[in-house]
């Protein structure tokens, strides 16, 4: 059973930069990151497909960077220049099963989910 269990989160001022890991016990053909701000729905961050393709929020482009190290296990977010608005619990999600680029950002593809952890963007 894959099990995934995030780590990186914290506070920050806008404009600085944070990396969040998500440490993957078995395997999953897709990987993605998810955040949920209070009152919000939970909405796709970033996402990274067993061949290495990529898929970004627009929100995020520029700014968010998504990768793997097979070697490690391990998923990666490095987020630069924050702002306020990104302030959400960030989860680390897998499937077991490709998916199409369409839907990579789609919550409801996703069937395995880390139990989150906070970034905090200060003004």
């Known amino acids: 059973q894959v099990q995934l269990v995030e780590s990186g989160g914290g506070s920050v001022q806008a404009g600085g930069s944070l990396e969040l890991s998500c440490r993957i016990s078995?395997?999953?053909?897709?990987m993605a990151w998810f955040r949920q701000g209070p009152g919000e729905e939970r909405e796709g961050v970033a996402a990274?497909?067993?061949?290495?393709?990529?898929a970004y929020a627009d929100s995020v482009k520029g700014r968010f960077t998504i990768s793997k190290d097979d070697y490690k296990n391990t998923l990666y977010l490095q987020m630069s220049s924050l702002k306020p608005e990104d302030t959400a619990m960030y989860y680390c999600?897998?499937?077991?099963?490709?998916?199409?680029?369409?839907?990579?950002?789609?919550?409801?593809?996703?069937?395995?989910w880390g139990q989150g952890t906070q970034v905090t963007v200060s003004p």
């Open positions: 990274v497909r067993f061949d290495g393709s990529t």
């Open positions: 999600a897998g499937a077991r099963v490709v998916i199409s680029p369409s839907f990579l950002l789609d919550a409801d593809v996703y069937t395995i």
């Open positions: 078995g395997y999953a053909d897709t």
